[in-house]
């Protein structure tokens, strides 16, 4: 909407190095698979949010469609103009609580995520996640993580090298979308 903004990693990279610990770092935005939980605790952040993730769970209080055959909940982010018409604190939040509806400007949206089960096995999947990246990078713990961390910047052939290729998947994982892969 604003055209204003980083990419999420750079911005809890930043972020972290200039707070140097004092202010507890949230990464929010930009997880979208289990892999991406570590490198955002590696550039500094303290905490994760997962709200669209967790908003294709059993537990959320999304509309359960089916779609193409798949099952799909519908997701309204907080910014979304659904959220702003019925939710003082949306308005609140995005400093447009004595805005006539008409006025309103949306910087969220309304859609659908795939269903994934109960939370339960969704975190579990993001902990295994977490755990694995700990140990392929030689760590203990997150705090040794970030000590650690290297990143290298990639390009999307790289991107699309380092995922699976050349193979068509006929069953997703609990953690790897078909949506990943080329």
Known sequence: ????????????Y???SALGGSIPVIADGGIRYTGDVP????????????GSILAGTDESPGEKIIQHGRQY?????????????????SRDR????D????????EGIEGMVPHAGSVAKVLTQFCGGLR??????????????????KFVRVSSASMRES?????????????????ISS
Do not use: F, W
């Not at 909407?1 to 809890?12: R, S």
């Not at 990078?137 to 993580?145: A, P, Q, V």
């Open 99 to 106: 805005v006539s509806e008409e006025q309103l400007i949306p």
């Open 163 to 179: 995922h699976p290729h050349d193979v068509k998947i006929t069953r997703e994982a609990p953690n790897y979308s078909l949506g």
């Open 94 to 97: 995005y400093s447009q609580g």
């Open 1 to 12: 909407v604003a055209g204003v903004g980083v990419p999420q990693l750079t911005a809890v």
């Open 132 to 149: 694995a990246s700990l140990g392929y990078c030689g760590c203990k713990n997150i705090k040794e993580l970030q000590d650690k961390a």
């Open 73 to 89: 909940v519908i997701y309204r982010g907080m910014g979304s103009l659904p959220a702003l018409k019925s939710a003082k604190g």
């Open 14 to 16: 930043d972020c972290a």
């Open 39 to 50: 490198k955002a605790l590696a550039a500094g952040a303290d905490v994760v949010m997962i």
